[in-house]
T-cell receptor, first 112, second 109 residues
Framework: NAGVTQTPKFRILKIGQSMTLQCAQD?????MYWYRQDPGMGLKLIYY???????DKGEVPNGYNVSRSTTEDFPLRLELAAPSQTSVYFC???????????FGQGTRLTVV | DAKTTQPTSMDCAEGRAANLPCNHS???????VYWYRQIHSQGPQYIIH???NNETNEMASLIITEDRKSSTLILPHATLRDTAVYYC??????????FGKGTLLTVNP
């Protein structure tokens, strides 16, 4: 099992550009999550999904969109990138709510 | 959702036990306590979780007080590779995990 795979690992965006952060898991997990982590801070939940076709907002959803068309994939879309979205983004998955969550290695995004 | 309070940083000598405290005085009766750690800037790693009984696995032990208002994560024989930020988390609604700033544990040789 590859676990949770995030692509790309690094990206520099210009203000106003858009991009999609990819997240895939091969563990047949139902729950998937997107977090962001600013320097020196803890992780903040952006969006989560409890299964294909079901998504919900977390703590900081503004400026982001998600979709969950398959169990395996949970892409995060940034529209009109802003400097405040410079952060490290982590995707995670768990088999069910409350189970051990597995995290990807992160995507480091810089918006200039 | 219940919040947690952890010390900002702690030191531990290599080979000794590391005891990381966490206060969660507003925890509800059916909310679990989770511990994760983040080494350098990698993705967080699950360590252990529990409800009210003490728990032990190959990585650590979790001691939860009888009133459930606090807990302690114990790494029995800390190594240099255990240097990391440790997060104590109380499971929120819809099983969401809210990460605070955690405790930076530095294991010294």
């Amino acid at each position: 099992n590859a676990g949770v795979t995030q692509t790309p690992k690094f990206r520099i965006l210009k203000i106003g550009q858009s991009m999609t952060l990819q997240c895939a898991q091969d563990m047949n997990h139902n729950y998937m999550y997107w977090y962001r982590q600013d320097p020196g801070m803890g992780l903040k939940l952006i969006y989560y999904s409890v299964g294909a076709g079901i998504t919900d907002k977390g703590e900081v959803p503004n400026g982001y969109n998600v979709s969950r068309s398959t169990t395996e994939d949970f892409p995060l879309r940034l529209e009109l990138a802003a400097p405040s979205q410079t952060s490290v983004y982590f995707c995670a998955s768990s088999y069910y709510g409350g189970a051990e969550a597995f995290f990807g290695q992160g995507t480091r995004l810089t918006v200039v | 959702d219940a919040k947690t309070t952890q010390p900002t940083s702690m030191d531990c000598a290599e080979g000794r036990a590391a005891n990381l405290p966490c206060n969660h005085s507003t925890i509800s009766g059916n909310e679990y306590v989770y511990w994760y750690r983040q080494i350098h800037s990698q993705g967080p790693q699950y360590i252990i979780h529990g409800l009210k009984n003490n728990e032990t696995n190959e990585m650590a032990s979790l001691i939860i007080t009888e009133d459930r208002k606090s807990s302690t994560l114990i790494l029995p024989h800390a190594t240099l590779r255990d240097t990391a930020v440790y997060y104590c988390i109380v499971e929120g609604s819809n099983y969401k995990l809210t990460f605070g700033k955690g405790t930076l544990l530095t294991v010294n040789p």
